[in-house]
């Protein structure tokens, strides 16, 4: 039991090291955040909402999690052409993102694999 147990956490500490090394991914990482930051800012300073709803709705949105349903939403034109242009945006970098966090654990947990059975 003990043994399983350390096995995962070595096996989380092997992704994160992974990714954390990946230069790729920390760049996605970064322009997520900062496509996070700047659908936020938008948010916050042009509709009127404080920062916290700007972020959930910013992060509600890249994540493809309908923020519709909070009972607000762009209340301008231009509101509604940034909304669109920022979910075509922020949508495709966080598909990326998963999908290279993604290949990253199955690519660590192969090699996981083969070291254990080698013992």
Do not use: C
């Not at 955040?33 to 948010?43: D, E, P, S």
């Not at 509604?80 to 998963?98: P, Q």
Request: net charge positive; charged share 15%; glycine share 8%.
């Amino acid at each position: 039991m003990i043994a399983s147990v350390l096995l995962l956490f070595k096996f989380i500490i092997d992704i994160v090291r992974r990714l954390i090394h990946d230069k790729y991914y920390r760049s996605l990482g970064f322009v997520l955040l900062l496509v996070l930051l700047a659908g936020t800012l938008f948010y916050w300073m042009t509709q009127g909402r404080t920062f916290i709803e700007a972020l959930g709705f910013s992060a509600a949105t890249m994540a493809m999690n309908s923020p519709y349903g909070i009972g607000w939403g762009p209340s301008s034109y231009f509101g509604v052409v940034f909304h669109i242009i920022y979910m075509f945006i922020s949508v495709g970098i966080f598909i990326l993102f998963v999908l290279e966090t993604g290949k990253t654990m199955v690519k660590t947990y192969d090699d996981f694999n083969k070291t254990n059975e080698e013992k």
